[in-house]
């Protein structure tokens, strides 16, 4: 997304990346807000299947994975996933590192979000169709 045309190797040496499902509804509505956002461009926002799976097990990462939990790929090749990668993306930008400062310092928030996106990530498709959201439909490679 963020204005390329195409996906080349996945290049830590310039950005971090966050991948998400593009065939999930409020995963390509999150990564749409995620990349008003990201307005330095440090992040490459794309779904992981534009990605060959070849590119994904760079990181230690195959397609189950990213389907289950978004992904966010840092510049050190540290691999975050799900809440975590939520908030290491959030942890760049103020006035959001704010918010993630209060998870970290109270756990209790940390622990609610934890099972918000778990239960999100398991009904995501259900949760899409009820809220009218369609997703890209991307084609897997291989």
């Known amino acids: 997304m963020n204005g390329s045309t195409g996906y080349g190797p996945i290049d830590t040496d310039t950005s971090d990346y966050m991948l998400f499902d593009g065939d999930c509804g409020i995963c390509s509505r999150s990564a749409e807000i995620a990349e008003k956002i990201d307005k330095r461009d440090r992040f490459v926002i794309a779904p992981y299947q534009m990605y060959?799976?070849?590119?994904?097990q760079r990181f230690g990462l195959d397609y189950e994975q990213c389907n289950r939990k978004m992904r966010v790929i840092t510049r050190k090749r540290r691999v975050y996933a799900g809440a975590f990668g939520i908030n290491y993306f959030l942890w760049q930008y103020f006035p959001w590192l704010l918010l993630v400062a209060l998870i970290y310092l109270a756990p209790i928030f940390l622990?609610?979000?934890?099972?918000?996106?778990?239960?999100?990530?398991?009904?995501?498709?259900?949760?899409?169709?009820?809220?009218?959201?369609?997703?890209?439909?991307?084609?897997?490679?291989t």
Request: with cysteine.
């Open 52 to 56: 060959p799976e070849s590119e994904l």
């Open 111 to 141: 622990i609610g979000e934890l099972i918000i996106y778990r239960f999100v990530a398991r009904y995501r498709h259900r949760i899409s169709a009820m809220l009218g959201l369609r997703a890209c439909l991307v084609k897997q490679r």
